[in-house]
Nanobody, 122 residues
Framework: QVQLVESGGGLVQAGASLRLSCAASGHTFTRLTMGWFRQAPGNERDIVAAISWNDGSTYYAGSVQGRFTISRDNIRDTVYLQMNNLKPEDTAVYYC???????????????WGQGTQVTVSS
């Protein structure tokens, strides 16, 4: 069973940066596609970014393209989400996700973390 533990959320002002971390355990990390979802109040959970295990390819939602960067450390079994130039509309609970399939084959993610709150004030 894969366990995902997020950290790094908080309250920041618009224009600031935050880095979220997600430590994974219970599976060979190098064989996990990792990603981040977010859910704002009243909204559905939407994917923000993902990084596939098989070729390192990345995916970004259009709303964060150019501002957020997903990366992984295969030594520390950790995935990061660097968030720059944060906007109030980025306010949400951010969830780390993982799946043993390559990103192109994922229709629903298997493993979810508990979430970490990110609040961006204007």
């Amino acid at each position: 069973q894969v366990q995902l533990v997020e950290s790094g959320g908080g309250l920041v002002q618009a224009g600031a940066s935050l880095r979220l971390s997600c430590a994974a355990s219970g599976h060979t990390f190098t064989r996990l596609t990792m990603g981040w979802f977010r859910q704002a109040p009243g909204n559905e959970r939407d994917i923000v970014a993902a990084i596939s295990w098989n070729d390192g390819s990345t995916y970004y939602a259009g709303s964060v393209q150019g501002r957020f960067t997903i990366s992984r450390d295969n030594i520390r079994d950790t995935v990061y989400l660097q968030m720059n130039n944060l906007k109030p509309e980025d306010t949400a609970v951010y969830y780390c996700v993982a799946d043993a399939r390559p990103y192109s084959m994922i229709t629903s993610w298997t493993y979810w973390g508990q979430g970490t709150q990110v609040t961006v004030s204007s």
